[in-house]
Every structure is written in C-alpha cells, then in structure tokens.
C-alpha cells in the first residue's frame, strides 16, 4: 500500500496556512528574532544544537495560535510575542526529549540533533530551552498564562510517560490512546490558543472556546500524523516513514487493525510490535493488514471528526480574520492526508 486511502472528494478539505501566517507575520517576525536570541548562550554546544532544530523549518503553527488568538482581541502589547516564543521553545525541548526516547535518526527531514550531537546533550539543551520559555513566561507578569502553560508541560510530561507506560502493548485501548495525544501533542496546542485570549484580556467563555478548539486541532493533527506514518512520505513526516511501526508504537491504525484481525493476525501484531520483529518485510505485511480492515479510513474519520469539534468550537466567536485563519488551520491540517 503506497498511498493514504482518499477522502471522497466531497469531504476533502482545502485548508492553508497562508491566512494565519499573513496575519501574524509582523508579530512572527519579531518572536523569530526573540528565538534567536534566547537560544544563545555562551556554552557553544547550546545554540548550537538549538539552532538545527529551529532552523529545519517546521511551520510554527503553535506560536502563530498565539499571536492569532491574541489579535482575535485586538491586543496590541508586547507580551503575547514572549508567549508564543515560549510555546515554540517548549515545543522544540519535547522534539529534542522525544527523539531520544524513541531513539529516532530523522527530525524535519534530517539527522536529529541526538545523532549529531549524542543524547545527553540534546535533553540538556531541551531543559535549557525549557527553562528560557519559563523566564519568558514570568516576564509577561501574568500569572493565568503561566499557570496555563506550567500546567501544560506537566501534562505534556504525564502524556510521554503514559506513552511509554503503553509502549509495545497491543491491548492499549482506543481509550488509551486518545489519553496519550490528548496529554503528548493536544495539550500544548490548547494552551497556545488559551494564551492569547488570557493576555488580551478576554472573557472566560472565549477563553475555553479557544482552548476546546486548540484540543480538537491537536488531536486531530496527531491521528492524521497516524495515518501518515503507513501511508504518506517522509516529505509529509519530516521522519522516515514507519518509524512508529519500528519504534512499537501503538497508534490508532495498528488499534484498529489489531481489533479487527483474526487470531492469526493479532499474533503477527504481537510478534511485530511487543517482540520487535519489525523488518521491512513485516512493515508491507502491517500496511496491508491496516488496509485490509480500513483501519487507516477510520482513523481518518476520527481525525475528521475532531476537525469539526475544533470548527464547532469557534462558532460562538464573532467572524473576522483572526477566526477565518483558525479555521483554514483546520482543514490544512487534514487535508495533509488528502
């Protein structure tokens, strides 16, 4: 199976990041250059491995809900751009922890910072970056952001423990799961779109409204990401595509098909995924087990469906620019495996 399994063309989202980077692009600018000076240190090795990280290109959606919530509002200070550099550098401390963990040679497409520079020092500098984001966050003097994205890294922390807890495991549950995106990956898109809002001043009710949509959006990101890893590019991924399969990662498709297989299939998941027999052959045999049972089809389903959670969730905010770009975010999102 080389390919992701279509949308019907009628469902197939057209979303671009294009809205939400023309509006933020003055105020992305400007964390652009606060990443680069709080990366710096006088110990070289520190914006050294910082650097090729934040420099691979990944697009900073987590940043730019920030700066976009914020504007939803009409703030005009200077703290939401401390906020959104201090979302980017919390996310850029748990690539740096992540590949470590799992122990990966990809990062955006190229050797991540681990096999360049060896484990220890890429958790280090993942802690030094976490640190910096902490600073920045006091420095805004607004104790609700701080709560929110202190918060946020305990929970991003619980969620790769949960994950690695489950890791290899192929009774984890549909449950289980959502339980580790909603903590690994949704959790940091929540509290940057909750930011914002907190910094301009909003109302509670738009507060949770922007939070509800950054969960929604996380975890439709991470199941689309799911789908990717048997059926897109290492173009799409920014890692080799298989990676989770290798890793005995236990993602919504190998859920489903596990589910779904008969006796003689679930011992190949069990050999595969808990013993490690995952060799090249073994990732075609999982391909086409996961098509077999429409595994992908329906973890594209529920991506969709909390895309359209993440749209519902903004509809009690009046229509402009601001909302026009979140929801364009949404569809891009999805539309990754279209």
């Keep these: 199976m080389g390919a992701v399994t279509p949308l019907a063309k009628e469902n197939k989202p057209t979303g671009s990041v294009k809205p939400i980077v023309d509006l933020t692009r003055a105020d992305m600018e400007r964390v652009n250059q606060l990443i680069l000076s709080k990366a710096g240190s006088d110990v070289q090795m520190i914006p050294e491995v910082a650097n090729h990280l934040i420099s691979s290109g990944g697009k900073r959606l987590r940043p730019m809900l920030t700066l976009a919530t914020a504007a939803m509002f009409g703030y005009r200070g200077e703290h939401h751009v401390r906020l959104a550099t201090s979302v980017e550098f919390m996310h850029t401390a748990t690539l740096l922890h992540d590949d470590v963990v799992d122990e990966s040679d990809l990062r955006r497409g190229k050797s991540s910072a681990r096999m360049i520079w060896g484990n220890q020092a890429s958790v280090l500098v993942g802690d030094f970056l976490l640190g910096q984001a902490f600073r920045m966050m006091v420095e805004t ?4 952001a701080l709560k929110v ?3 946020a890294a305990a929970v991003i922390a619980e ?3 949960f994950q690695l807890a489950v890791s290899k495991k192929m009774e984890t549950t549909e449950d289980d799961y959502i339980a580790v995106i909603r903590g690994k990956t949704a959790e940091l898109f929540a509290a940057a779109a909750e930011v914002g809002p907190i910094i301009a001043g909003a109302a509670d009710a738009d507060r949770v409204a922007l939070r509800d949509y950054g969960m ?3 975890l439709a990101f991470q199941l689309v990401d799911d789908v990717l890893d048997y059926g897109g590019s290492s173009a799409d991924l920014g890692k080799n595509v298989g990676d989770d399969f290798r890793e005995g990662k236990v993602t919504m498709p190998v859920i489903l098909a596990y589910q779904r297989g008969n006796e003689i299939e679930r011992a190949f998941w069990r050999n595969a995924i808990e013993d490690g027999v995952n060799d090249d052959a073994a990732l075609e045999k999982a391909r086409m087990l996961i098509e077999k049972h429409d595994a992908l089809g329906d973890s594209i389903a529920r991506a ?10 903004l509809s009690p905010l009046p229509m402009s620019p601001a909302r026009h770009a979140l929801e364009e975010v949404v569809d891009f999102c999805i539309a990754r495996i279209s």
């Design 141 to 144: 003097g607004s104790m609700q």
């Design 149 to 151: 994205l202190s918060d």
């Design 304 to 313: 969709l469906a909390y895309g359209e959670a993440a749209r519902a969730a």
């Design 159 to 161: 969620g790769e423990v």
């Design 216 to 218: 929604a959006l996380g």
